[in-house]
């Protein structure tokens, strides 16, 4: 299967990482105050979320089926943060293998049959899950001001992606 990020996966840091890592440092402190030791990150991309839980001291695995974006990930991560390239509907952990699975910024680009098999892919092999997307907020929000602008930057790789992504 052609790696439909790789062309994206240089830009997706750069463009995003100002709107999508303080949130996803605020899931890595919610789930370290719940108690987790161990989370999977399904569609990690570029894992910026695996290493706000590496930072709080929680072993993160990522999962992703580009390897674009793996790379990456690697390459900004320590050593103890496992990547793999992977189906989020078929994770590479066994049931009860972690405290916790979060899918960050990924089911909104899935059909709904796909969406069925990643949530009941999570629901099989942890306790909590934990799903960040999109909101809709007010249109005089300042908030939603925000909101609105990360989710047109957000859709930029997505539609670079190709059209199953969006």
Request: glycine share 8%; net charge negative.
């Amino acid at each position: 299967m052609a790696d439909e990020y790789a062309s994206i996966a240089p830009c997706y840091d750069p463009l995003l990482s100002p709107f999508l890592s303080p949130v996803q440092a605020a899931v890595a402190s919610f789930l370290k105050d719940r108690g987790c030791v161990r989370v999977l990150d399904v569609c990690c991309g570029t894992g910026t979320l695996c290493r706000h839980l590496s930072a709080l001291g929680m072993y993160a695995v990522g999962v992703d089926l580009s390897p674009a974006m793996l790379a990456r990930a690697g390459k900004k991560s320590d050593e103890g943060t496992l990547f793999v390239l992977g189906d989020a509907a078929q994770p590479p952990v066994a049931s009860g293998g972690v405290d916790a699975v979060v899918a960050s910024m990924a089911l909104h680009e899935m059909d709904p049959p796909g969406r069925d098999r990643v949530f009941r892919a999570m629901l099989e092999i942890a306790p909590l899950i934990v799903v960040v997307d999109y909101a809709s907020v007010g249109p005089l929000d300042h908030a939603g001001m925000i909101s609105r602008l990360a989710r047109l930057l957000c859709h930029i790789p997505e539609r670079l992606a190709g059209a199953r992504h969006y």
